[in-house]
């Protein structure tokens, strides 16, 4: 009688493990892939809207996204910079730019203004042409945020987002490319483990 209790216990157990474990694997826990509803894998369909209306044209509603930190706070130190914007929208979230497991993307409301995504010289190294969004899964092979590539195509992290990588593993992470639809001559990079993304310049194959 007891042995078969026992082995009942075991068997109500292992079901409820098995349960549990599905749902992690699936994201349908409460907080989404990885626990925590941003990264575990997670890929976006698509990338960020556009934010910006036409320079002759008003933004809408005439809101003002909020700025991130003027370039001269941000650089010249790479890692030490100061970082003044708090991304942590939830508790448990990255405090870097990040994608909800909705597709939300958070840290996208960049000014037009903004001097340090402006370029001379957009896309000078040539149009990256080797896939974007979910079915263009890449993993890193190698480099730091200065210079990295995967599949014979290399890049470099925009050097006021520095501070976002430092928990990039080089030679492992699964990174998707998408196009930045407001800013010429940036890509964004999208980091499927850890749910984050930085501006990233191509410099070719």
Same mark, same amino acid.
């Given at each position: 009688m007891k042995k078969s209790m026992v082995l009942a @216990? *075991?068997?109500?157990?292992?079901?409820?493990? #098995?349960?549990?474990?599905? &749902?992690?694997?699936?994201? &349908?826990? #409460?907080?989404?892939?990885?626990?925590? +509803? *941003?990264?575990?894998?997670? *890929?976006?369909?698509? +990338?960020?809207?556009?934010?910006? @209306? %036409?320079?002759?044209q008003p933004q809408g509603r005439g809101e003002q996204p909020p @700025?991130?930190? %003027? @370039?001269?706070?941000?650089?010249?130190?790479?890692?030490?910079? *100061?970082?003044? &914007?708090?991304? &942590?929208?939830?508790?448990?979230?990255?405090n870097a730019p990040h994608v909800h497991t909705n597709g939300e993307w958070v840290g996208h409301d960049v000014p037009r203004n903004d001097a340090r995504l402006h370029l001379a010289h957009p896309f000078e190294h040539g149009h990256f042409t080797g896939g974007f969004g979910p079915s263009h899964v890449f993993h890193l092979q190698g480099g730091?945020?200065?210079?990295?590539?995967?599949?014979?195509f290399y890049w470099s992290v925009a050097p006021f987002d520095y501070p976002y990588v430092a928990d990039w593993l080089w030679s492992s992470d699964p990174i998707v490319i998408y196009e930045d639809p407001d800013d010429p001559g940036w890509y964004l990079a999208y980091n499927a483990r850890l749910g984050t993304y930085v501006h990233v310049m191509y410099l070719g194959a």
């Open positions: @216990a *075991v068997a109500l157990l292992l079901a409820a493990f #098995s349960t549990y474990a599905q &749902r992690d694997h699936d994201g &349908r826990g #409460s907080e989404g892939r990885g626990g925590r +509803g *941003v990264g575990g894998g997670f *890929v976006p369909q698509h +990338g960020p809207q556009p934010m910006h @209306a %036409p320079a002759n @700025a991130r930190p %003027p @370039a001269n706070q941000q650089r010249g130190r790479g890692e030490q910079a *100061v970082q003044q &914007r708090d991304f &942590r929208d939830t508790p448990g979230h990255p730091n945020r200065e210079r990295f590539w995967f599949n014979n």
